[in-house]
């Protein structure tokens, strides 16, 4: 055996017992939190869908006899649910060398609800995330998502949509934002209103919609215990979107989309001013390029730019896209590449372009049993200063559906994260290994 494999066979000797000790830390009830890879804190705005056809992915076909059933409340129908997992990792602080392993047990209830009414629509959801770790407690996270949504139905497809939104997520070490050297996540506390209108005019539609989210960042610690200043990083991020759709076919359809976001950070002294302004427009289409290829392409222009005088815009390609493959009833390929720029956490940068590519194969093996294949690459260019990180994932995972009221999942993902220049950010590699319960009805 090479050093290489017997270093990770002991770490994964290691590993083991730990994961079995999560399992029966959450089987009592310890609260966890699910891993998070990269993503950005703002939403892409108005979702590109495809055009509804009879054709669908594996993930997208429904099972009646499989789904939950959920509880009658009045007008209104409830979703209970729970999901526990155990997990473990083989860094647990995304160390370059000198890394630890630990397990941890993951908690994470929710409940949902929708009217049943024949016109308009009210949603409420509930959902708390909560992660506890058995060796660092550091690393623990105590997660929530809370929101209303209501549409208004006018006529025919035409509607107003309006939600508010309150969540607390964590930034770990798995993101471009992470702060280096940093040993816990990063709490953000965001807060979402928006409000969208949708006009239909036969095979044309157009969308706007305004949203406006606070984010909140809390301090954090270092590897050393002292404190991490995240103050410099809340924001108000006011975004105005506008869209139009032409439907040629009930398969091909022609969009373009505008967003203009106005940024506006509370701290303007800590290293210089991050407010400013971002637009970002593309143009593109969705179609079948074969009946077993769906396509949906969006090409265009980003640029970001800064109050404080001398920090260089960020501008350039602004990319959306995505194919699906039905390569057969029961397997799908889907790839997405996104690019758009987003604001840094780092010091001395005021923000990076990321550009992310990720291929997914789906496959139906049973009626209940569902596997899953994914592989993403993430390539982070920071404005201002010397750095260039690449991140790449891969990993698999199951939906087993034992009945109406019981999924499990198994999963496994590796990731690495490289970072190059003069200041460098994370550098390391992760194995985690979970396996997770979830109970409805």
């Known amino acids: 055996m090479s050093p290489a494999s017997d270093r990770r066979a002991r770490r994964w000797h290691r590993v083991a017992p730990r994961l079995l000790a999560a399992t029966a830390l959450f089987a009592v009830g310890v609260p966890a939190a699910q891993a998070q890879t990269s993503r950005s804190v703002l939403d892409t705005g108005i979702p590109f869908d495809l055009p509804d056809t009879d054709r669908v992915t594996v993930l997208q076909r429904p099972h009646p006899e499989l789904q939950a059933l959920g509880v009658h409340a009045g007008a209104f129908l409830v979703f209970p649910q729970i999901d526990m997992a155990a997990n473990a990792t083989s860094n647990v602080f995304g160390a370059t060398t000198d890394t630890v392993s630990d397990a ?3 908690i994470a209830p929710r409940i949902d609800a929708r009217s049943d009414w024949s016109r308009h629509q009210l949603l409420a959801h509930a959902r708390g995330t909560f992660r506890r770790y058995l060796d660092y407690p550091i690393k623990n996270e105590d997660g929530y998502d809370i929101g209303v949504e209501s549409r208004l139905d006018i006529y025919g497809d035409s509607n107003l949509r309006a939600a508010v939104n309150a969540d607390r997520i964590y930034i770990t070490q798995l993101s471009g934002d992470f702060p280096r050297f940093a040993a816990a996540s990063v709490p953000l506390d965001r807060q979402v209103a928006s409000l969208r209108g949708t006009w239909a005019f036969n095979r044309l539609q157009l969308i706007g919609d ?31 979107t506008a869209r139009a759709e032409y439907n040629i076919s009930p398969v091909t359809s022609l969009f373009v989309q505008g967003i203009y976001t106005l940024h506006d950070y509370k701290v303007v002294d800590f290293d210089f001013d991050r407010s400013g302004d ?45 194919v699906d493959y039905l390569v057969t009833d029961l397997t799908t390929i889907t790839l997405t590449a996104r690019r758009d720029v987003r604001d ?43 750095r260039n990180d690449t991140l790449y994932h891969v990993g698999a995972s199951a939906l087993y559906t034992l009945n109406r009221s019981m999924v499990l999942t198994p999963s496994i993902d590796y990731s690495n994260r490289d970072s190059r220049g003069a200041q460098i950010g994370q550098r390391f590699n992760e194995l985690r290994a979970g396996l997770s319960l979830t109970l409805r009805r």
């Open 278 to 322: 971002e637009l970002r427009v593309i143009g593109g289409a969705a179609f079948d390029l074969t009946p077993l290829i769906r396509t949906r392409l969006g090409v265009g222009y980003l640029t970001r730019h800064y109050d404080t005088a001398g920090i260089q815009d960020l501008n350039g390609l602004a990319l959306d896209a995505q």
């Open 104 to 106: 941890y047990a993951t």
């Open 344 to 386: 840094a956490i780092v010091p001395g940068s005021p923000g990076y372009v990321a550009a992310r590519l990720t291929a997914e194969i789906d496959h139906e093996l049973l009626r209940s049993l569902i596997l899953i294949a994914r592989a993403d690459l993430e390539k982070d260019d920071f404005s201002r200063i010397d």
């Open 210 to 240: 305004v949203n406006v989210t606070r984010l909140n960042y809390s301090d954090t610690r270092a590897l050393d215990g002292s404190l991490i200043d995240q103050d410099y990083l809340d924001r108000t991020a006011t975004r105005m």
